[in-house]
């Protein structure tokens, strides 16, 4: 018999992931391949899953119904302004600031995560953030409001939520603003060529000094 807090946290994350599914568009056909069956390989990261009809990719927050790939969009788990040597880049616009934004989910489960409640929330109870509505538009407002002259996606992997971002750092690219990811390097040459016309600094992360993470 499953527990309690089984039982609770299954809730919990079915409604998680409703209210995640409101937050979510279709995938860009760059980064994705259709099987007759319904099946749909994703391009987005390095994992490359074979996400069956009903069923999530690795990093949970890519889902297929009825042979349609559905991906984050439209919202961001985290947000903050601040310097650019803290993402870290030190030889991109010294001194300025980055308005930066995070979605919920990782393709990485890693112990040791700075960014646990972001990016373990569709697997860890304990982890909590909220999910706010933006467009992109909104989100280069704040940027500008706040005086940054980039904007890059962090916090949770961006590579698995590329089309948001691309979405985003095309407005953010019209009103002279530069984008960076920062990443854990998990790619893939499909999602490298999408996002290349809109990512001026790319940093990937050195997650461990240990062979086996
Ligand atoms: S982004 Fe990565 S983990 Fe998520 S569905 Fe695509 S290949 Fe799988």
Redesign the pocket.
């Known amino acids: 018999m499953p527990t309690l807090e089984v039982l609770q946290d299954k809730e919990r994350l079915q409604s998680l992931k409703q209210t995640l599914h409101q937050y979510s568009a279709p995938a860009a056909e760059a980064?994705i391949e259709r099987h007759p069956n319904g099946d749909i390989r994703?391009?987005?990261?390095?994992?490359?899953?074979l996400?069956k009809p009903g069923r999530?990719?690795?990093?949970?927050?890519?889902f297929n119904d009825n042979g349609q790939?559905w991906?984050p969009h439209g919202y961001v788990g985290a947000l903050a302004c601040d310097p650019i040597e803290k993402k870290p880049f030190f030889h991109v616009l010294p001194g300025s600031d980055a308005l930066t934004f995070g979605m919920l989910g990782c393709?990485y489960h890693c112990g040791y995560c700075q960014n646990w409640v972001t990016s373990q929330m569709l697997r860890d109870p304990k982890a909590v953030a909220p999910a706010r509505r933006f467009t992109p538009e909104q989100l280069v407002d704040l940027a500008i409001e706040n005086g940054a002259p980039v904007v890059a996606s962090s916090y949770n992997e961006p590579?698995?939520t590329s089309e948001w971002a691309v979405d985003v750092f095309k407005v953010a690219r019209s009103r002279g603003l530069k984008c960076a990811y920062i990443s854990n390097g998990?790619g893939?040459p499909q999602v490298l060529d999408y996002i290349r016309p809109y990512v001026e600094a790319y940093k990937v992360d050195l997650k461990t000094f240990s062979d086996k993470t």
Do not use: E, P
């Not at 999530?56 to 890519?62: A, H, I, P, S």
């Open positions: 980064l994703c391009f987005a990261c390095g994992h490359r899953c996400v999530d990719g690795v990093c949970r927050v890519r790939l991906v393709d590579l698995i998990n893939t």
